[in-house]
């Protein structure tokens, strides 16, 4: 009963450094998202994928790009670490999407750590 | 636009305590309004739900009426236990837009 793993659970970049953050779900759903959570700042979300194929900005998108490789994976790849970006990093996946008439809930994988010193 | 607004916290209860931690939102159109639940160390889980004005979301012990003549969703428990620590967060969808409140920990001490 896995539902969204998340890969790593941890991690500390140095400045400039690149790294790829990687997300499964195996519940056959047709969005996925990536957001970060900041101590009193909630949750953000970076980008969202409504279906195989697409990919969206959503609210703090600039220093991230994202790849939706099939249907089950969804990366967040960071190209230059900045300690901005430190913050724990939430994939999440839903059967229905953002579009209006949707309200299916959202399945959250447990994190990722990151630390950018 | 679209926002939600919770209580800040932390609350701090004692086991077998009420708890209520409000929540208020603005919304174009009929929004769908969610409880997440946060443990420590691990993701967002769903908590309850409600689609529809009136009706009320319910799931271990905690329930929420969504409240359309006072934009609101207050969470409630009758009596809380020390597994109900955890962060909570207020959540609506509308027209596209999936917002969070900023989340109110719970602390309950036994």
């Known amino acids: 009963n896995a539902g969204v793993t998340q890969t790593p659970k941890f991690q500390v970049l140095k400045t400039g450094q690149s790294m790829t953050l990687q997300c499964a779900q195996d519940?056959?759903?047709?969005?996925m998202y990536w957001y970060r959570q900041d101590p009193g700042m909630g949750l953000r979300l970076i980008y969202y994928?409504?279906?195989?194929?697409?990919?969206d900005k959503g609210e703090v998108p600039n220093g991230y790009n994202v790849s939706r490789l099939n249907k089950r994976e969804f990366s967040l790849r960071l190209e230059s670490a900045a300690p901005s970006q430190t913050s724990v990093y939430f994939c999440?996946?839903?059967?229905?999407?953002?579009?209006?008439?949707?309200?299916?809930?959202?399945?959250f994988g447990n994190g990722t750590r990151l630390t950018v010193t | 636009g679209n926002s939600v607004t919770q209580m800040e916290g932390p609350v701090t209860l004692s086991e077998e305590a009420f708890l209520t931690i409000n929540c208020t939102y603005t919304?174009?159109?009929?929004?769908?309004l969610f409880w997440y639940v946060q443990y420590p160390g691990e993701g967002l889980q769903l908590l309850l739900k409600?689609?529809?004005?009136?009706d009320k979301g319910s799931n271990k012990g905690f329930e929420a009426t969504y409240r359309k003549e006072t934009t609101s969703f207050h969470l409630e428990k009758g009596s809380v236990q020390v597994s109900d620590s955890a962060v909570y967060f207020c959540?609506?969808?509308?027209?596209?837009?999936?917002?969070f409140g900023k989340g109110t920990k719970l602390s309950v001490k036994p």
């Open positions: 999440a996946s839903s059967e229905g999407g953002l579009a209006p008439g949707y309200n299916s809930p959202l399945h």
């Open positions: 409600a689609t529809k004005a009136d």
């Open positions: 919304a174009t159109g009929y929004p769908s």
């Open positions: 994928s409504a279906s195989e194929g697409t990919t």
């Open positions: 519940m056959n759903h047709n969005s």
């Open positions: 959540a609506l969808m509308s027209q596209g837009n999936l917002i």
